[in-house]
């Protein structure tokens, strides 16, 4: 059974830090690309960043210079550090787990975690 179990969410003051966890289980962790996404309310889904098997890292433009992806395979984790945060970045953040194999996509969600940006 695969399972992506986020935490580290919860309340910041503006131009605070955070730092998202996302631990993996039931799947070949080293071998996906593993995504946060965040959905603010009444907004669509967004990605924040990504990082591929290979380490290779990509960030939203809204996070750029504030936001680090990083992962741990061998503690089948995912990270998110998050500094200078904004009220804007108040949202649902979610862990995704993704693997396309020749015409099959391995495609896995985490249940998500709030976290939210006010003084």
């Known amino acids: 059974q695969v399972q992506l179990v986020e935490s580290g969410g919860g309340l910041v003051q503006p131009g605070g830090s955070l730092r998202l966890s996302c631990l993996a289980s039931?799947?070949?962790?080293?071998?996906?690309?593993m995504n946060w996404y965040r959905q603010a309310a009444g907004m669509q889904r967004e990605l924040v960043a990504s990082?591929?098997?290979?380490?290779?890292?990509n960030y939203g433009d809204s996070v750029k210079g504030r936001f680090t992806i990083s992962r741990d395979n061998a503690k089948n984790t995912v990270y998110l550090q998050m500094t200078s945060l904004k009220p804007e970045d108040t949202a649902v953040y979610s862990c995704?787990?993704?693997?396309?194999?020749?015409?099959?996509?391995?495609?896995?969600w985490g249940q998500g975690t709030q976290v939210t940006v006010s003084s």
């Open positions: 995704n787990a993704k693997w396309q194999v020749t015409v099959t996509l391995n495609n896995y």
């Open positions: 039931g799947i070949a962790f080293n071998r996906y690309t």
């Open positions: 990082i591929t098997s290979g380490g290779y890292t």
